[in-house]
């Protein structure tokens, strides 16, 4: 067999005319400021060590890899030109894109390259642990002119769409502190409670853009606080509204977008804990609530229902006989926790990120769907920083709310899923799901890849690992004074199109 050559041709993606920038302007024009709001507190400036979906949209513009994907959900070459794959998924041969410069002026180099995706899998000295986990099975990273060959221990048919992995400069001690990358988008400055401001990089690769001087990341208190200054004129795109709040905008002034995406809205059930660690249990609430009832509460209709760890929107890696495996049937859930020795019921604490109004109104809806089978729900409000820290890193819960975010990749959305993954803070553990996932990267033909898919889909439903309620639509309201704003199908604000009309 020949090897297989994979060169894409980065795909132009067409200005779709919509919305908002303050200030004068003339159709086509160049130059300004376009203001995004937030309500996440960025945490984390280092590419290689960001967890966090609001932290890796505002990065998204700063930092770049060999492969990017695109609006549409494509992954497309980047700082790499192309890339060939050897027969047995065990050698990645990049052809690296020449006249790409650095923030700070410098040539990109295959060092670059060879320094940045070592960093990324542990392999610098000194280095005891990978920090980027899914690049762990790298075992060498070499330059050879123009190109750069990584060789991996094991076969992984899927790996390519973690080559989308920062490169950064071999020279910046502390990229956290000083974050440094090839995108569209220069860091300028963070202030703690305030905003995050980049500016345009003179010197992109990808010549013409950006078309806009500077772009604010604006951190606002929650999602009401950011449509009054939406309102107000102060902030030109505000993403993630619901329904609800974007019809009480003026079409006139706002365009409203809407997009499916590969989300997870899950009520997260932390495995470990008592009554949770009985799959009775987690079976009781799976089917004590109503999917569509949450939904048309919390996102106005606009979201699909889910019984599984895996949005429609993974296409055929998603499993459609699935659908509709969980109906509400409240006197089953009483049976079940009665089966589990939970008869009179149970108190259960939901620990919920505050700035997040759709979690929030969700783990209402919750706590009174649940009180109809005995289940007394607490709702513990906490600052993102709060959540982040203790909750999914330190997995000190009993059940939380909060939307799931991948690449756009299969294996990303279920490696959370292995016993042993850093993101597995479910603390989930079936070794069947162990072994189907360490399958997949092993098997190159695509029908046999999508049944081990499925399978690990069919076991999780079958474990009731967790409470999956829904791919929530993205909505975004942009000001209709700019054009250029692509929504995407992932956790991403992509600022390098948008511009004055």
């Given amino acids: 067999m020949k090897n297989k050559i994979i060169s894409l041709i980065l795909a132009s993606v067409c200005a779709i005319s919509m919305a908002g920038l303050s200030g004068c302007a003339k159709t086509g024009t160049t130059g300004g400021t376009v203001t995004v709001g937030i309500t996440q507190e960025p945490t984390v400036f280092d590419p290689h060590t960001v967890v966090a979906a609001g932290d890796k949209e505002i990065l998204f513009n700063i930092f770049e890899g060999l492969y990017k994907f695109d609006s549409d959900g494509n992954l497309n070459p980047c700082l790499a030109t192309g890339v060939e794959i050897s027969d047995d998924s065990k050698t990645y041969t990049f052809t690296l894109r020449e006249g790409v410069k650095f923030h700070n002026g410098n040539d990109m180099t295959a060092d670059d390259v060879v320094y940045s995706l070592k960093r990324a899998a542990g392999l610098l000295d000194g280095q005891d642990a990978p920090l980027v986990s899914e690049l762990s099975g790298i075992s060498a990273v070499e330059a050879d002119g123009g190109k750069v060959k990584v060789s991996l221990a094991e076969p992984d048919s899927e ?236 997995r000190n819960f009993e059940s939380t709310v909060i939307a799931l975010t991948s690449n756009y990749a299969p294996f990303d959305v279920l490696k959370r899923y292995r016993s042993f993954d850093s993101g597995n803070f479910i603390n989930y553990n079936n070794p069947e799901v162990d072994k189907l996932m360490a399958a997949i990267p092993l098997e190159t033909n695509e029908e046999n890849k999508i049944k081990l898919y499925h399978d690990v889909l069919k076991v999780l439903l079958n474990d009731h690992a967790s409470c999956y309620i829904q791919d929530p639509e993205n909505t975004v309201a942009v000001s209709t004074k700019i054009t250029g704003y692509n929504l995407y199908p992932m956790y991403v604000q992509d600022l390098s199109k948008v511009r004055f009309n």
Avoid at 273 to 290: F, G, T
Avoid at 314 to 323: A, E, F, V, W
Avoid at 380 to 394: G, I
Wanted: aromatic residues 10%; hydrophobic residues 40%.
């Fill in 159 to 394: 790996l390519l769409s973690y080559f989308t992995t920062a490169i950064i400069p071999d020279e910046v001690s502390d990229i956290n502190a000083t974050p440094v990358g090839t995108g569209p988008f220069k860091f300028d400055s963070y202030t703690i409670g305030q905003d995050v401001t980049i500016s345009k990089n003179e010197s992109y690769w990808d010549s013409g853009l950006p078309y806009i001087d500077k772009a604010v990341f604006k951190i606002t208190a929650d999602m009401d606080a950011g449509l009054i200054e939406l309102q107000n004129g102060t902030i030109d795109i505000y993403p993630y509204l619901t329904t609800d709040r974007a019809q009480q905008l003026d079409p006139a002034q706002f365009t409203v977008l809407t997009k499916g995406s590969n989300m997870v809205q899950i009520f997260a059930l932390n495995n470990k804990v008592k009554p949770l660690d009985d799959a009775r249990v987690r079976e009781a609430i799976n089917i004590a609530i109503n999917r569509e009832n949450i939904i048309s509460v919390t996102m106005d209709g606009a979201g699909a229902p889910l019984t599984t760890a895996m949005s429609p929107a993974m296409g055929k890696y998603y499993d459609t006989s699935l659908d509709g495996t969980y109906t509400q049937d409240v006197n089953k859930a009483k049976e079940l926790l009665k089966e589990a020795g939970y008869a009179d019921g149970f108190d259960l604490t939901i620990t919920v990120p505050s700035n997040y109004l759709v979690h929030v109104n969700t783990a209402v809806e919750l706590q009174s769907e649940l009180s109809a089978v005995g289940i007394n729900c607490k709702i513990n409000q906490v600052d993102w920083a709060t959540w982040l820290d203790d909750t999914y890193q330190k």
